[in-house]
């Protein structure tokens, strides 16, 4: 297993334990990981994680701002934010609403 494909799968356990309803970010997995300039690469592993059993709620995962940035990578025009609406997420202009309340981090909940 590569070094990538065993950061993924760190990403991926950890992005299977954002609750129902919350939201993090790109970053603070990264930095819960060890890997604060990550970043882009948990992004990376979110884009490449619709095959994976089980399965990764990608949708919770979304920039620093609470911008849905990963949003292309989901089927259809509105996934990601459908996803998330129907957990009771309120989404306006691709953008998280109350995201500080709403936001899970890990290295605090873990």
């Known amino acids: 297993m590569s070094t990538t494909e065993n950061f993924f799968d760190k990403v991926y356990q950890i992005a299977r334990l954002i609750p129902y309803g919350r939201v993090t970010s790109y970053g603070a997995i990264a930095k819960y990981l060890g890997a604060?300039?990550?970043a882009?690469?948990?992004g990376w592993a979110m884009n490449?994680?619709?095959?994976?059993?089980?399965?990764?709620?990608?949708?919770?995962?979304v920039n620093r701002k609470g911008i849905l940035t990963g949003k292309h990578h989901f089927e259809g025009t509105n996934l990601m934010q459908q996803l998330l609406e129907n957990e009771g997420v309120a989404v306006i202009e691709n953008q998280i609403q109350d995201f500080d309340t709403i936001f899970w981090n890990p290295a605090e909940e873990l």
Not at 48 to 61: C, F, G, I, T
């Open 48 to 61: 490449n994680s619709a095959n994976q059993h089980p399965e990764v709620p990608a949708h919770r995962v």
């Open 36 to 38: 604060a300039r990550s």
């Open 40 to 42: 882009r690469m948990v």
